[in-house]
């Protein structure tokens, strides 16, 4: 089982590291709709602080979609992943995952009739993405996880991903693992060892990556299954590990 992750690193070392965070169950704690989570300025305020503590080697990897990021981050020059990995923005451009919006439409569109006397279920179009929410529903998951693969199955660039009450509907050769390696061969993240930080199964390519590379990886809650080599508990021990790498003079 993992340990549970400290901050170990020696005011010389600080540069030396590059620091990923996830956003939903990372930062915030998860809503049950992703339209709650608002902007925090504490948050941008201390994310800032980080960024140039580490000259600049910050990013965050996200499954949603860069305007609901700069939406929730104030457009802030953080380097961002959004729509896990289908979209990528460092500190010089935006490279995005051209995907065929028609086929994401009709998969929502067909989802939608065959969920049609379902309550409570949230369907997110995300153009390269697509996302099913359904915390709030009482339909039986596994129903809903056979209609998403049989959708799915037909349609060989893309995938799927059950994380937690959601299933994402994403691009084959995007995920989290390939943004944390892009933003790796840009600067200042170039020649650094990465820190990782998620709380889903759709972090785990971002761990996977940040292990091959002799980094760090770190699950918030401790789960048998995961392969990061660390855990945190909860959001609250994400942001006092913030605190400690402040701290770290």
């Known amino acids: 089982m993992a340990s549970q992750f400290t901050v ?30 608002k902007p925090c300025f504490r948050l941008q305020k201390k994310l800032h ?17 860069l305007d609901d990021l700069d939406r929730i ?3 802030n020059k953080i380097p961002l992943a959004g729509n896990h990995g289908a979209q990528l923005r460092d500190a010089f451009r935006t490279n995005e995952y051209q995907a065929d919006t028609g086929i994401i439409k009709g998969i929502a569109h067909k989802i939608e009739e065959l969920l049609d006397e379902q309550k409570n279920i949230e369907i997110e179009n995300k153009g390269s993405n697509l996302t099913v929410h359904f915390r709030n529903s009482t339909i039986d998951r596994k129903e809903i996880n056979k209609i998403i693969m049989e959708l799915v199955k037909y349609e060989p660039k893309l995938t799927f991903l059950k994380g937690k ?4 509907v994403k691009p084959l050769s995007h995920n989290k693992g390939t943004a944390i390696s892009y933003f790796m061969r840009t600067k200042p993240f170039i020649k650094r060892r990465p820190i990782f930080i998620g709380d889903d199964v759709s972090d785990e390519d971002g ?8 980094g760090w990886s770190v699950r918030v809650g401790n ?8 855990f945190l ?11 400690q790498l402040l701290k770290s003079r």
């Open 8 to 37: 170990k690193i020696l005011p010389k070392d600080i540069q030396q590291i590059a620091l990923f965070l996830d956003v939903d169950g990372t930062l915030y704690n998860i809503e049950n709709s992703p339209s709650l989570i």
């Open 49 to 65: 602080n980080i960024r140039n503590r580490l000259g600049g080697a910050l990013g965050l990897i996200s499954g949603r979609s």
């Open 73 to 75: 981050f104030d457009n």
């Open 165 to 168: 009450e959601v299933i994402e």
């Open 207 to 214: 761990f996977e990556t940040v292990n091959n590379k002799g």
């Open 223 to 230: 789960y048998k299954r995961s392969k990061a080599n660390f």
């Open 233 to 243: 508990p909860n959001v609250k021990s994400v942001h006092e590990l913030m605190k």
